[in-house]
């Protein structure tokens, strides 16, 4: 509606007031898609130390709980202004990117299209005294590849960023020959037990 009222008064002003109403046009759009790949889950952060908002809870279950192969690919701590990645994850600042804006704000990114069928599902920030906020991806389930700002309140600095998520093995073509072996010796049993029989 905004965009139509902007583009409205553009039609009617000089060339300048034109051009500054594309302008407008163009950082409305920008900023409305600031978010395009991750949802705040937790608005307004967590208190670790306190009871969890559910969907704290279910990235905790994923992470211990279920065996899908959910693990935290990529972590880093921001130290005196310096992110300073984790020796102990799969992967780090090849596949992953942070830029701090200033000690509440973080813009990250993630390409993870050549890494065997991992993918980013969620991403944890830690802030001082406990207080976390928890971002889950917007969309599809399976991103290989996007980015976001990210904060904890916009107040509270960040202190530590994990990005975490499963690994999908893809279908390959072994499989649909494991299963056509499978098949072929089950067929293979049950004849030779009918001629066995009869």
């Known amino acids: 509606m905004l965009t139509r009222l902007l583009e409205r008064e553009a039609k009617k002003a000089p060339s300048d007031c034109k051009m500054k109403a594309k302008l407008t046009i163009l950082l409305i ?3 409305s898609s600031a978010h395009a790949n991750l949802i705040d889950l937790t608005p307004g952060a967590f208190n670790i130390n306190e009871p969890w908002p559910q969907p704290v809870i279910q990235f905790f279950s994923h992470q211990f ?3 899908n192969g959910f693990q935290f690919l990529a972590g880093a701590n921001i130290k005196d202004g310096q992110v300073v990645w984790s020796p102990f994850t799969i992967f780090g600042s090849d596949n992953f990117g942070i830029i701090l804006q200033d000690p509440a704000n973080a813009q990250v990114s993630w390409n993870l299209t050549n890494t065997g069928g991992y993918f980013l599902q969620y991403v944890l920030l830690e802030g001082a005294n406990g207080i976390d906020n928890l971002f889950g991806l917007r969309g599809p389930g399976f991103q290989f590849e996007g980015g976001g ?3 904890i309140d916009g107040l509270i600095a ?3 960023i994990i990005f975490a998520g499963p690994n999908v093995v893809p279908e390959t073509l072994n499989t649909g020959w ?3 072996f499978a098949v ?3 067929l293979l049993t049950y004849k030779l ?3 066995k029989i009869a």
């Open 65 to 67: 709980g279920n065996g």
């Open 149 to 151: 700002l990210v904060t």
């Open 158 to 160: 960040i202190q530590a």
């Open 178 to 180: 494991l299963l056509f």
């Open 29 to 31: 759009a920008l900023t």
């Open 184 to 186: 072929s010796g089950l």
């Open 193 to 195: 037990r009918r001629r």
